[in-house]
């Protein structure tokens, strides 16, 4: 049984950090691009960072560049992301999404398994 599963949430001041993980199980994660994306009523569903295997290359929302960090364990077969300096505009339940092969996208329909999400409240 594949599962996903987000942790890591929770209120934040803003300026402050916040490392969120997505642990995996029931399928291959050595095999899978894995992203973040992150839900507002105001945005919808957007992309924040993903992760490729193989040469273990990471790409960035342009908006977010700079202030977010993905990373990825293999053998924890963990996703992570830190966001750094957050903004009151962070403010969202944020997902990790798992797609198959080496190819990475923003888009969210291409991810094959999802997990239900973590929500991270900046405020102050």
């Known amino acids: 049984q594949v599962q996903l599963a987000e942790s890591g949430g929770g209120l934040v001041h803003p300026g402050g950090s916040l490392s969120l993980a997505c642990a995996t199980s029931?399928?291959?994660?050595?095999?899978?691009?894995m992203a973040w994306f992150r839900q507002t009523p105001k945005n919808g569903r957007e992309f924040v960072a993903a992760s490729t295997i193989g040469v273990g290359r990471t790409y960035y929302s342009d908006s977010l560049q700079g202030r977010i960090m993905m990373s990825r364990n293999e053998i924890k077969k963990t996703a992570y992301l830190q966001i750094n300096r957050a903004l009151l505009d962070d403010t969202a339940v944020y997902y990790c999404?798992?797609?198959?092969?080496?190819?990475?996208?923003?888009?969210?329909?291409?991810?094959?398994?999802w997990g239900r999400g973590t929500r991270v409240i900046v405020s102050s």
């Open positions: 029931g399928f291959n994660f050595s095999a899978y691009a």
């Open positions: 999404a798992a797609r198959r092969g080496r190819i990475w996208t923003a888009s969210a329909p291409e991810y094959q398994y």
